[in-house]
């Protein structure tokens, strides 16, 4: 049984459009022997994730490869590497991958990740895959071994709705909740970082916002 979390925040147009791709529902369905493999830049890549990523774009991407169909040549998935962010054991991270709506790309991403392998002869490579929507399935399809679940990350929402954004709560501590909510920092004259009561999270809580957990990510690694 394969469970995916949904929350207030998800894009329903997305969320549905996976729930197709995980039923093998969708309408077009290429073969990546009909794609044609190529890099693209970290702008392309990133217009193509917001229309079809759940999370949308990310930054730190330095190579980017598109499957575009060799009939009608237009973009159909999309996967994106960087540098290790997190592990510094291994050299590089696959950050993204998506395809386009209404349509499965089969074999696309082995394709995709034996270009990056091609073209970038890697050492090692990390994956983190959101539990709340995968299991990892297209990680292990391209030699990925899976290494360990992860704890939970938490969102802060606004339950009454006022508020239509999330927030993650390392963003929220990193950054400061009057940046993260657009607010000038003298509306929180009491703000002393780490307190459990004036800090980020006691101030968060105080203004309404709710902190919500994740089911957290399951990391797969690839090594040479």
Known sequence: ???MQIYDWTDMTKAIDMIRSKFEMQPRKVFARNTEAKVISQKEANRFLEDYHMQGKTKNQTYCVGLFDKDKGDLL????FGRSRFDKDYEWEAIRLASKAGVVVVGGVSKGFSKFVRDNDPESVVSYV?????IGGADEKTGFSYVRHTTSTHFWVDPFGKDPKSYKDTSVQMTGIDKILGLPASDFPDYVKG???TGNTGLMLKMGYVRVPTSGSFVYEWRK
């Open 1 to 3: 049984v394969e469970l």
């Open 195 to 197: 307190d459990p009561s």
């Open 77 to 80: 998935q999309v996967q994106t």
């Open 130 to 134: 959101d539990a709340d929507r995968s």
